[in-house]
Nanobody, 128 residues
Framework: QVQLVESGGGLVQAGGSLRLSCTAS?????????MGWFRRAPGKEREFVSS????????NYAGSVKGRFTISRDNAKNTVYLQMNGLKPEDTALYYC????????????????????WGQGTQVTVSS
C-alpha cells in the first residue's frame, strides 16, 4: 500500500497563494496511480478539487477552483502538487491527497470512491 504525505498548508490572506505537495512512498510505481486532491471544510462533506492521470495528460478541476488552482506531478520525485492562487475564505479546508489505481493514460477520476489510498491531510486556512 502506498503512503501519502501532504505538506504546504498554512494560513494565508485572501488573494494569496499556497503550494501543496504530496509525496508517495511504498506501493506500486508512482506511474501506476492517478492522483487527486480533495478537501473537507468544517461541517461539510468531502469534495473533489482536482485530479491528474499518471501521464499528466488528463486533468480535471472542480468548477469552484478552475482558473485558480493548478495540479501537476513529477513522476521522478513521486510527488503531486497543487498550486493554489487567488485563495478565498471558502477555500478553507483540510486538503487530502489521494492515489488510485490507474486504468490507462487518460484515467483521472473525480469520484473519491476510485481512490484507495489517502494521506492525513494538510490544513489550509484563508483569512478575509
Amino acid at each position: 500500500q502506498v503512503q501519502l504525505v501532504e505538506s504546504g498548508g498554512g494560513l494565508v490572506q485572501a488573494g494569496g497563494s499556497l503550494r501543496l505537495s504530496c509525496t508517495a512512498s511504498g506501493g506500486r510505481t508512482f506511474t501506476s496511480y492517478a492522483m487527486g486532491w480533495f478537501r473537507r471544510a468544517p461541517g461539510k462533506e468531502r469534495e473533489f478539487v482536482s485530479s491528474i492521470g499518471w501521464s499528466g495528460e488528463t486533468i480535471n478541476y472542480a468548477g469552484s477552483v478552475k482558473g485558480r488552482f493548478t495540479i501537476s506531478r513529477d513522476n521522478a520525485k513521486n510527488t503531486v502538487y497543487l498550486q493554489m492562487n487567488g485563495l478565498k475564505p471558502e477555500d478553507t479546508a483540510l486538503y487530502y491527497c489521494a492515489a488510485g489505481k490507474s486504468y490507462g493514460r487518460t484515467w483521472s477520476p473525480v469520484s473519491p470512491t476510485l481512490y484507495e489510498n489517502w494521506g492525513q491531510g494538510t490544513q489550509v486556512t484563508v483569512s478575509s
